[in-house]
């Protein structure tokens, strides 16, 4: 590249075959950079102004130089354009408007237009370069890839993948992992991005998609499909989960990611530095995959709370410790691998909890239907825990309970709905307090009771309500697997939409937001036929005075 400046034509090909083949980039990038660097340089020759191009010939080397100029009657621009009579002596039957070409003789590179040549043919090599290696790794991502280690910077891995580089960054590695400069590594291609300084390929050996390619290419029938990884989760470096299904039924799933004593599963184990791994089979049933989830610890009851996408597990007394595992992991992993929270608790927990839910139903039935402790309690039992229940549920489900007749089940009903009327009139009351205006009301699936959530969170007008995105009004709260403890400090709880309580999907919340909008389209209607009815008024007074 630094003979450049002197080659003769023979050298100028040698030097782009040579670059080209070198940088794995097409001959002709290269070429055209060549052009490119001498454009400039014969530029700076004879004046910037100038609109000079150069053509090397690919083949023979030859380098031609020339000028484009316009034919005009009247030449405003001296580096631009000529006259007939100057164009004449350049082509004979040249018109005005034609644009013609005004040979240069070779010039002689400079030192200074040398180093400028040599800056552009490297920078147009390099951007060349970059978008080479982008498009050959941006179709690649969730790829398992082998490379070197090529350098250990301030914690981050840095690979030579053969044709680029690529970076393990610290939270992407597996934890007290010992890596070497020219250690041959594999890992997986998170992402590729496009960036100023070139693609940058992030690389990843802690992801759990990592784990499941490995598997992959260890176990014949995950590659061939009959066999599928339903779901992975990692503690990297110390224990993993995955959970597996045969679309044959003659396969057992387990037994084939496991291998003949173990040889399969080995293999993934010492790739991931001992990190233990549980195969366990998948289940559609919620239930049932949770239960083999928590394996080794075996459980006694599972409670799925679908309104709070929560699952409550109780397990013996004895196989507490066993199913949180240490530090948390087994629920933790369990959790991620059935992207559920999890609380487990043990029985004597569940029935202290059951008891005192119990309790707490019963208490509110007493206050709000103004019944005795006996009846009160007979409704919980037969599972009712909501006064939305007994007032809207077929009279003759409740008649049927043993001891109730219809006249009664009548009654129940009708102080239920009184109750709940009572509730909506205190509702209405707190929310007209708090300045909620009553345009809210109008919104779709709102209750008196979001109205009031909506008041103390500063919502109060159509404007406020229109100004939210869908995220902030509904979002659900993201709640982290837990063990139940009420002795336990509390966490700050986490946070979610100002009406995630109420079970809002995303599409009711985009309703009630667009909702809300539709004053704003309004308005613009208004204003724009107001506007047009002015100027239709005023054409009219100018054709009368007219």
């Not at 097409?26 to 191009?53: F, H, L, P």
């Not at 200074?112 to 290696?133: H, L, N, P, S, T």
């Not at 290419?217 to 061939?224: A, F, K, L, S, T």
């Not at 209607?525 to 005023?538: K, L, M, P």
Request: with cysteine; aromatic share 4%; net charge negative.
């Amino acid at each position: 590249m630094a003979s450049v400046a002197t080659a003769n034509r023979a050298e100028l090909i040698a030097i782009a075959n040579s670059v080209a083949s070198e940088k794995m980039i097409d001959r002709g990038i290269v070429i055209e950079a060549m052009e490119d660097a001498i454009q400039r340089a014969a530029k700076a020759r004879y004046g910037a102004e100038n609109d000079i191009r150069a053509k090397l010939d690919p083949n023979s080397g030859d380098l031609r130089l020339w000028r484009v100029v316009e034919v005009v009657e009247q030449v405003d621009d001296y580096f631009k354009q000529v006259d007939l009579k100057g164009a004449a002596k350049l082509q004979k039957d040249a018109e005005i408007g034609d644009f013609i070409v005004d040979p240069l003789p070779p010039i002689e590179f400079g030192r200074i237009a040398a180093q400028a040549a040599k800056q552009v043919i490297f920078q147009k090599v390099r951007d060349a370069e970059r978008e080479r290696q982008f498009d050959e790794f941006k179709d690649r991502q969730g790829e398992i890839i082998t490379g070197v280690v090529k350098r250990v910077e301030f914690g981050h891995i840095v690979v030579d993948l053969g044709r680029a580089e690529g970076v393990i960054r610290r939270d992407a590695q597996i934890p007290r992992e010992v890596v070497r400069v020219n250690d041959r590594i594999r890992s997986l291609i998170l992402n590729v991005r496009r960036e100023n300084r070139g693609p940058q390929i992030f690389l990843s050996r802690a992801h759990p998609d990592f784990m499941k390619r490995l598997f992959a290419q260890e176990v014949p029938e995950i590659y061939d499909g009959i066999i599928e990884i339903k779901a992975a989760a990692r503690d990297p470096g110390s224990r993993a989960k995955i959970g597996v299904i045969s679309h044959d039924s003659s396969i057992d799933p387990v037994g084939a990611c496991v291998g003949m004593k173990g040889s399969r599963v080995q293999a993934v184990v010492q790739e991931m530095q001992g990190e233990k791994i549980d195969i366990i089979p998948w289940s559609p049933d919620t239930a049932t995959f949770v239960v083999n989830a928590l394996q080794p610890a075996s459980v006694s009851r599972v409670v799925i709370d679908e309104e709070e996408d929560r699952i409550e597990v109780v397990v013996p007394d004895d196989q507490l410790s066993l199913a949180i595992g240490r530090r948390g992991q087994n629920v933790r992993l369990a959790s991620q691998l059935t992207a559920k929270a999890i609380d487990i608790l043990t029985e004597a927990d569940a029935s202290e909890k059951r008891q005192k839910e119990f309790v707490e139903r019963s208490e509110m039935f007493q206050n709000e239907l103004d019944v005795d402790e006996t009846l009160a309690q007979l409704l919980v039992a037969e599972g009712f825990s909501e006064l939305e229940e007994v007032a809207y549920v077929e009279l003759d489900e409740l008649a049927a309970i043993e001891g109730f007749d219809e006249d009664l089940a009548q009654e129940l009903q009708s102080r239920a709905q009184e109750a709940l009327e009572r509730r909506e009139q205190a509702n209405r009351d707190e929310r007209t307090a708090l300045g909620v205006s009553d345009d809210l009301t109008t919104m779709p699936y709102l209750t008196e009771a979001m109205l009031v959530t909506l008041g103390k969170a500063g919502i109060k007008t159509l404007d406020d309500l229109a100004d939210l995105a869908t995220d902030e009004l509904v979002e659900k709260k993201r709640i982290e697997p837990r063990r139940r403890n009420e002795d336990a400090p509390k966490r700050p709880e986490p946070k979610g939409g100002i009406l995630s309580a109420y079970g809002l999907t995303d599409e009711q919340g985009n309703e009630i937001i667009m909702a809300a909008r539709q004053h704003w389209f309004a308005d613009d209607e208004d204003a724009a036929e107001s506007e047009t009815e002015t100027q239709a008024g005023d054409e009219a007074a100018e054709g009368e005075q007219a």
